[in-house]
């Protein structure tokens, strides 16, 4: 009961699911979600840290795979079917990543309201699946980290939040489908990631292909604005349900997929206009910056015993 009490007053803001501003879309598109943070990121190895703990550096983080091919649809097939056929290899090559690193910049609608930016550097590893967050933004809760691994601590992540209340309570356990993790998110902690996110859309996109009303378009040249103010160029996929039905999850949806990578890094949705002729409505949009793959992530990585992080 008393743990119960304690993890009610923390309120922790814990992640979502895997991908990306919005403002976008015809070739030459940039975004403006590039955080600018000179703070080393969380887990860097200082001088004097045990050998035990000693967080693994990026190793080789590009891709040799080649840009996707995606064009118009063959005859007689849903427009959908070229999206799916590269999203059906794309997961193979995300298989292949063991780990990688990123600034996740995420945004939400909850109850009808548009949350404000979140931005968190995260290490994922997806086997065992595991994640370390630690929030850069908003201020009030930048310092907050998250660490949860597949199959330990009874399926429950560690979490803590910072200033007085971090001082009183320190780190708990919570579950990542919780009311506490879940408030103010879509998806809980352990649908983060882009192998996660390029699931979802296939799911999404299977269950599209049984329907008509779709309109896909592929656009070259995309620019994702990434955190070092370089861009990474993308290509756009855009599905658009011109008319609302009940089986359609989204008017208008966009994925970025990085052309040297090979993987996509955002993903925005948006509902129908709620007056004719008036804006989509944002649903959730999620970004991946700053990616470096196959960094040879270790169990220390994800240990809040490891010195480089902040839980006590």
Known sequence: MMLCKIVRC???????????????VLAQVATNTGIKDNTPAPGRQSTGTMRAYQVAERADSLSQTPAPQLGPAQANEHPLMPALRWAYEGMGNLEKITDYSATVVKRERIDGKLNDYDHMFIKIRHKPFSVYMYFLAPAKIK??????????????????????????????????????????????????????LTKRLVEVAEYDVKFGECEVQFFKGAKIKNGSGQYRVCTCIQVVHPVPRRNFRFHLARIFVDDELNIPIRYESYDWPKEPGGPPELIEEYT??????????????????????HFR
């Open 143 to 196: 310092g907050q980290e998250v660490i949860y691994v597949d199959g330990e601590n009874n399926g429950n992540m560690w979490a803590h939040t910072v200033g007085i209340k971090d001082k009183m309570f320190g780190k708990v356990l919570i579950k990542p489908d919780g009311p506490i993790a879940m408030s103010g998110q879509h998806y809980p902690l352990t649908e983060l990631g882009i192998l996660n």
């Open 288 to 309: 991946y910056l700053n990616l470096k793959l196959n960094n040879g992530f270790t169990d220390a990585d994800f240990d809040i015993k490891n010195p480089n992080y």
């Open 10 to 24: 923390l309120g922790l803001p814990v992640l979502l699911k895997c991908l990306l501003p919005a403002s976008l």
